[in-house]
């Protein structure tokens, strides 16, 4: 394992250790450096220390190499809806990102790499990876296993050839069997790590059909003809019916959810090698059916 080592001068001195990492490696964020603080990757003249910690002219700061999990081949208990000899379908659980960051958290790749003998590099940094879903969407992902499928599955994907289905509950009720949002998205000025709707914003359209609804929340399918980031979460919040579980997004009701609740039911499209139709649904995960049977929606019977 490497070991790297900084001696501190009088510049740097009373500055919190985590806070001072971060600006002599860009590399890593202060939330990143605070957690290797906090796992033991970093000492203090050889002592473990806090990330609060002020550090003193003449300190002797020790971090250690931490080993890369963004490529490690990892089970995972994961269910492959469909595979062939270029593409596979995937159902991701909720909680998992879909590609490998600079914080080393366990992704879909990590899975991907277990399951598969081959995968795209096209982007050698997400293998195998057309598209993708929040941490927090469960549902289907369509991975490429060779270069030529993942460019030919772009372009289905560029020019909307292909047909995404989610599912999610919203809060309020709906007039209307069917609701359709077209509203430019863009990332939002304020707030980077959100979204907003703006005249200004690329292009998206949602299909937004009412399968249930009771006084307080209603049970939705919605069909995107676009697919840019947070699109449903973003419309349905536009039309004042935030995702149940989506404080990104203005949920703050009374029931408590770990992230909203979507989830990607059904895809289909042509497949890019053998031009057959390729149709896959997932089944309703576990906690889509709490979900439910907490908001009144459907009584646990009806969903066994």
């Not at 989506?246 to 990607?264: A, E, P, S």
Request: one cysteine or more.
């Amino acid at each position: 394992m490497q070991i790297k080592e900084i001696k501190i001068d009088d510049q740097d001195a009373g500055q919190r250790l985590d806070a001072f990492l971060a600006n002599f490696d860009e590399s890593k964020t202060r939330s990143m450096y605070k957690k290797l603080i906090e796992e033991g990757y970093v000492s203090v003249n050889g002592s473990l220390s806090k990330p609060s910690y002020k550090i003193n002219v003449g300190d002797i700061i020790e971090i250690k190499e931490k080993e890369s999990r963004r490529f490690e081949k990892v089970a995972m208990d994961i269910k492959v809806l469909y595979e062939d000899d270029d593409i596979a379908v995937i159902d991701k659980p909720r909680g998992l990102i879909v590609h490998p960051t600079n914080d080393d958290e366990l992704s879909l790749v990590n899975f991907l790499l277990y399951r598969f003998d081959s995968l795209s590099s096209i982007d050698e940094s997400r293998p195998g990876i057309i598209h993708r879903l929040d941490k927090d969407t469960s549902g289907l992902i369509i991975i490429a296993k060779n270069n030529e499928a993942h460019e030919k599955m772009k372009e289905l994907f560029k020019s909307r050839e292909i047909y995404k289905e989610y599912i999610t509950i919203a809060v309020g009720t709906f007039k209307d069997e069917v609701t359709i949002v077209d509203k430019g998205i863009m990332r939002d000025p304020i707030k980077k790590i959100k979204m907003c709707t703006s005249d200004e914003g690329k292009e998206a359209h949602s299909e937004i059909h009412l399968i249930k609804q009771n006084d307080e929340y209603a049970y939705l399918s919605v069909i995107i003809k676009t697919g840019r980031t947070h699109q449903i979460r973003v419309h349905l919040a536009y039309i004042n019916h935030p995702v149940l579980g989506d404080k990104t997004y203005g949920y703050r009701g009374k029931i408590k959810m770990d992230g909203q609740v979507l989830h990607c039911r059904k895809v289909s499209f042509i497949h890019p090698i053998t031009n057959n139709l390729i149709t896959i649904e997932s089944d309703l995960p576990e906690y889509f059916k709490e979900a439910l049977i907490k908001t009144n929606l459907y009584k646990a019977k009806d969903l066994q």
